[in-house]
T-cell receptor, first 115, second 111 residues
């Protein structure tokens, strides 16, 4: 069990560009979550998946954001036409889900800087 | 050392002292609570959890107390060490869906 991994760890992009982040959850974890964290604040929920189904999306997830988990394993988060306000740490977490455990384990995050 | 009131952005303690970090949660329907430790530039690290049908749970050097009447959560760290210096967040959830995080407390341990 290697823990949750995220790639890339850092991304610098220019305003208007598209970016995609990847998350690999802990194996056998059914649930996968995306959060966003800005400096000095706690993580804010974006969306989560149960296997390949996207069960909930936050109001924070504008139409420029899309997340997928096509095979119920890894997930991608894409931001189109990035804005400076998108600069943040994007965190992924996974859990067994349901009655098997609610503990969410986080990855190291992807730090996005939009110039 | 103890954070005053329901939220204090910073808490400074001496090495070896006990620390108490407090948190108020908002959703009376939350049934599961977690404390996370976050070091600079890293993702939150799971410390300890507690379900709503419990009022106390102990781990190694850490204890979480839950008071559902006033929707209050606390984290006690015994014999605080310099390696405990970090930001601590409480988080709540209902049935393992989204986590809602508190604002966090910066703990500084002075040698």
């Amino acid at each position: 069990d290697t823990g949750v991994s995220q790639d890339p760890r850092h991304k610098i992009t220019k305003r208007g560009q598209n970016v995609t982040f990847r998350c690999d959850p802990i194996s056998e974890h059914n649930r996968l979550y995306w959060y966003r964290q800005t400096l000095g604040q706690g993580p804010e929920f974006l969306t989560y998946f149960q296997n390949e189904a996207q069960l909930e999306k936050s109001r924070l997830l504008s139409d420029r954001f899309s997340a997928e988990r096509p095979k119920g394993s890894f997930s991608t988060l894409e931001i189109q036409r990035t804005e400076q306000g998108d600069s943040a740490m994007y965190l992924c977490a996974s859990s067994r889900g349901g009655g098997r455990g609610y503990e969410q384990f986080f990855g190291p995050g992807t730090r996005l800087t939009v110039l | 050392g103890e954070s005053v009131g329901l939220h204090l952005p910073t808490l400074s303690v001496q090495e070896g002292d006990n620390s108490i970090i407090n948190c108020a949660y908002s959703n009376s329907a939350s049934d599961y609570f977690i404390w996370y430790k976050q070091e600079s530039g890293k993702g939150p690290q799971f410390i300890i959890d507690i379900r709503s049908n419990m009022d106390k749970r102990q781990g190694q050097r850490v204890t979480v107390l839950l008071n559902k009447t006033v929707k209050h959560l606390s984290l006690q760290i015994a014999a605080t060490q310099p390696g405990d210096s970090a930001v601590y967040f409480c988080a709540e959830t209902t049935s393992g869906s989204r986590l809602t995080f508190g604002e966090g407390t910066q703990l500084t341990v002075n040698p």
